[in-house]
Every structure is written in C-alpha cells, then in structure tokens.
C-alpha cells in the first residue's frame, strides 16, 4: 500500500481536502454498517466527519454517543449537527457544553426543519435559538468551537430569493460561522455562479461543495424535491431502464459522481463533503480518483494523550 497521502492527477495537482457526513444509526445493524464505513474511510485522513442530528432533536442521544465514540475510539476529528428546534438554549448549551468536555471541537449549526414538516411555517421554540446565527453566535460564547452551517447553492426553499438567502449566510458568518458546507446539488454551474454570488457579498468562509453520490436515484430525486435541489433531465436519463438492474445502477453512480467531482476539480475546487448515506464504497472509490489514498491509522487521541 502507498504510504503517500495524495497522488496528484491529471485532475488535481493540489492536495485535496474531503470530509464525510454519517448519521446516527437506529439498530444494531445499522451500528455495525455505520462503523464499517467509518472503519473504511477512516484511513483516507479526513479533515473531519459529521454526525447529524435527526429531525425535531430525536437522535440527540444518538448523535451524540456516535460523536463520543468517534472521539475515543478513532484519530478522526469530530463535527456534530447540532439544530435550534424543540428545545431551549439552556438545554442547547448544556448539549454544547457536553460536546466540549468530551473533546469535540466542531460543530455544524443549524436551524432545523419546521416541527410540521416541510412546507410549513417556521416557529422559534420558546425560550429557544430563533435563528441559526443565534445559535452560532451561542455555541462561540461557549467555546472557541470550529462552527460549519448550511449554504444553499439553489435557494433554501423558504428564502424569497437567493439574494435574501445569501444574507442570512452572511449574517451566520458574522455571527461567527467558519466554513459553509452546501446542500447537495447536480448541476455544478449552480455551485460556481452561487461561490461568485456569496463572494461578490463579501463571504470569504471556505464554501465546500456537499456531493451526494446516487446510491438510488428515485430516493435521491424525491430527497432533491424536498430540499429544493434540481434534478437535471440528464441525470434522469442515465438512470434510465436500470431499476432492476443493481450492478449497472452501481457502476452509473460511481461515473456519475465521479464525473462530478472532477469537473469540479478543474474547475478550481479542491475541498468536497461527501453524504455517505453511511456507505463507504462509493466515496472511497471517488477519493481514491480524487488522487487520495490510504494511509496506516494513528493512535485515536485518548491513547495518545
Ligand atoms: P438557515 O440558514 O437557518 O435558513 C433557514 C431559512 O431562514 C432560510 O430561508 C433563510 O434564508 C432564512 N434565514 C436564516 N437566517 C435568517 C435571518 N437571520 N433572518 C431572516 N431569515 C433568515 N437538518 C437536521 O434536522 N439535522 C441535520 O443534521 C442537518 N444537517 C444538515 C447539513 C447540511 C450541510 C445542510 C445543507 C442541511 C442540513 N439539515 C439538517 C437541513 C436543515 O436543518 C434544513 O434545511 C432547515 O430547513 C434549515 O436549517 P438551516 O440551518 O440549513 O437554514
């Protein structure tokens, strides 16, 4: 095996940088597959991997026993989704505070979905964070924690318009937001004209591209719909006729995301955060085309302190 972290390509001459997002499984089977994937990409040294945080806070416990373990059994950096919904900001803060003492230096701020599901109207809990630069602006007070928050290269879909969204990014940046990791998109000319949008706007936080790869397309395209991400015609075409053809289905979606990312890549882009979906094969093998490889584990931090 290469004992070399990066091979520069044809693509990438400049190192690249990827994380991996993961969320908290529910069963003991779906703990085993999530520690699989981790196990697999771990030696890709990561710059970090998050953990989110299930609709209205019901993975709070979840989220964090993944994070925790993360933390004491892994040499991988840590970031936990953390929302504003269905709680107040002392109970907020105490979750916070909890991160920090267990070592976790990273957090992902969010606002959260509306408590009556997408489509509905947003409320403020009471006596919680109304909006996620509240809630950024909170988790600074409490640690000099490294905070990402969501950007939306199509709009999110209850902003007026994107230039009102941009704003709200902006004020999550001034509210000490370090580093916007986007909503997935298919379109890479969205990503590139929204990056000249958020810079023109006087955004200089790293704006790093969330790459879905297709696992499913039809679970994908319904996700999509929800979120407000377009699904290209050209994408549906490809898969095409393969819904019961699996191992064709495979082989689409590692070229598709790999097509993808490498554009990306000439493109000037050298930073990626991959939805795992908790699977490892597929974003493996386009790190590996990302010219990444694997490198031998390191003690996990508690070991080595
Ligand atoms: P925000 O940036 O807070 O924006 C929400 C809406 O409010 C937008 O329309 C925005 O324009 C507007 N707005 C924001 N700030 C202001 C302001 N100051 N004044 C006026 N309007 C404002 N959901 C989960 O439940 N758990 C997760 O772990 C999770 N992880 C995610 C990770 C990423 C990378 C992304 C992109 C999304 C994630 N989500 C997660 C989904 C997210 O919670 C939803 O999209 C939610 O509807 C909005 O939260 P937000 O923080 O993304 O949006």
Not at 65 to 80: E, G
Not at 101 to 108: C, S
Not at 240 to 259: K, S, Y
Request: charged share 25%; aromatic share 8%.
């Amino acid at each position: 095996m290469s004992t070399l972290a990066f091979r520069p390509s044809r693509h990438s001459t400049r190192p690249v940088k990827v994380s991996f997002e993961f969320f908290p499984p529910k069963t003991a089977e779906m703990e085993a597959s999530l520690w699989g994937a981790i196990e697999r990409l771990a030696p890709l040294r990561p710059n970090f991997v998050s953990v989110t945080y299930g609709a209205g806070g019901s993975t709070r416990e979840r989220t964090h026993n993944t994070v925790a373990r993360i933390v004491q059994d892994t040499s991988l950096r840590p970031a936990a989704h953390l929302t504003c919904v269905a709680a107040t900001r002392d109970e907020v803060d105490e979750v916070v505070g909890a991160y920090w003492a267990a070592g976790v230096r990273h957090i992902v701020a969010l606002r959260g979905d509306p408590a009556g599901g997408l489509g509905s109207a947003y409320a403020a809990h009471p006596g919680g964070y109304e909006q996620t630069c509240d809630l950024v602006a909170g988790i600074r007070r409490i640690g000099d924690f490294e905070v990402s928050v969501s950007a939306y290269p199509e709009k999110h879909p209850e902003a007026p318009s994107l230039d009102a969204d941009i704003d709200a990014l902006k004020a999550k940046v001034d509210c000490g937001a370090t580093r916007a990791i986007t909503q997935f998109f298919f379109d890479n000319d969205h990503y590139l004209r929204y990056l000249d949008r958020v810079r023109a706007r006087g955004i200089d936080i790293p704006i790093v591209p969330g790459i879905l790869p297709v696992q499913n397309f039809k679970q994908a395209a319904k996700f999509a719909a929800s979120t407000g991400a377009t699904v290209p015609d050209w994408l549906a075409a490809r898969f095409e006729g393969l819904d019961h053809d699996l191992e064709t289905r495979r082989l689409i979606a590692a070229a598709v995301a790999a097509e993808q990312v490498l554009d990306l890549v000439d493109r000037g882009v050298n930073e990626f955060h991959f939805y795992t979906m908790n699977r490892a094969d597929l974003v493996f093998a386009i790190c590996h085309l990302l010219g990444l490889r694997a490198q031998p584990a390191s003690e996990p931090a508690r070991a080595a302190a």
